[in-house]
């Protein structure tokens, strides 16, 4: 069976903490293994959105490992012109050795997934974000130390990136507070099938609350992809803005996390993202180790 890497909460946090770890060691240059260990091995990327980070992470992480990459939309497939996703998957599987896909919509994943002889890996639905949230856990443990112990508050909209927050929190150790608008909230049974696992989690409407006395605060812009009631959502959102004002109440030693990009003066200021709590850019560039451990871990070659 191919090593998928799909959702935090569809793997073995055993697995998950592994690559975490492997990671970290690639950054710093002490993994163990060859040089290249994915020499003569290729990367398919499919975008269906726009994307910076997860295509730019993805191909220097695949290339530094001594692999190949295509990156590819929908408009240069017949995926675009009715093939099932199905069919693209059987037909990829002969042609190349794993699929990052980065797609709207979570059944499209899944599909490519189920009918795959090869790794699939989720570049982001509208449903998760799982790399990114690896590459958080990756800042806040060279930040902190530790993952373990740790308060991290969301603050704003539940959005992909909260959900694998959210799945993360059940094994990794940490207690997660997130404060949103009661219209704006993560399902409830997203959050419940998370503590069925062990998750700590409180759920807030004011985000001083969420915020007091926690070790890294994280937000995410408040209009994505796809949304269509913009004004109505920043209305909602004012009081969610990370400002040097909420990052007060977090402890002194606090960090300020956001996925990027960033819309300055709505969902952060500009004091707090540029200034010496923001560890923005080092999650940024997490997400290129992060990637190379997937990668590694997906394709059989991750360092003991």
């Known amino acids: 069976m191919p090593r998928h890497f799909l959702d935090l909460d569809s793997l073995d946090f055993s697995v998950l903490q592994a690559i975490l770890h492997d990671s970290l060691e690639r950054k710093v240059g002490r993994a163990s293994g060859q040089v290249a260990p994915l020499a003569g091995q290729i990367l398919a990327m499919i975008f269906e959105n726009p994307s910076t980070r997860t295509r730019i992470s993805f191909d220097v992480a695949m290339r530094s490992l001594g692999g190949e990459t295509i990156a590819l939309s929908a408009d240069d497939m017949q995926l675009g012109r009715g093939e099932t996703i199905a069919d693209t998957a059987r037909v990829m599987s002969r042609y190349v050795d794993a699929i990052m896909i980065r797609t709207p919509d979570p059944a499209t994943l899944a599909d490519l997934a189920a009918h795959a002889d090869i790794p699939v890996i989720n570049g982001l639905t509208r449903a998760s974000h799982p790399c990114q949230v690896m590459a958080d856990l990756m800042t806040l443990v060279e930040r902190r130390g530790s993952i373990e112990g740790a308060v991290v508050a969301w603050v704003g909209a539940a959005n992909n990136v909260l959900a694998s927050w959210i799945h993360a929190a059940a094994g990794f150790g940490f207690k997660l507070t997130i404060a949103t608008p009661a219209e704006l909230a993560p399902e409830s049974s997203l959050v419940e099938a998370a503590r069925r696992k062990g998750a700590a989690i409180e759920t807030f409407v004011d985000a001083k609350a969420a915020a007091d006395g926690v070790d890294c605060i994280v937000t995410d812009t408040w209009v994505s992809m796809g949304d269509q009631d913009g004004e109505r959502r920043r209305q909602s959102l004012g009081p969610y803005q990370v400002s040097e004002e909420l990052m007060a109440v977090a402890k ?51 360092s003991e």
Do not use: Y
């Not at 990027?260 to 709590?277: C, F, M, N, S, Y």
């Not at 990668?295 to 059989?300: E, V």
């Open 252 to 302: 002194p030693e606090a960090i300020f996390m956001h996925c990027l990009p960033a819309h300055r003066g709505q969902e952060v200021t500009a004091a707090v993202i540029d200034g010496p709590r923001s560890a923005v850019w080092d999650e940024a560039e997490n997400r290129l180790h992060v990637q190379k451990g997937i990668l590694a871990w997906c394709l059989g070659e991750a």
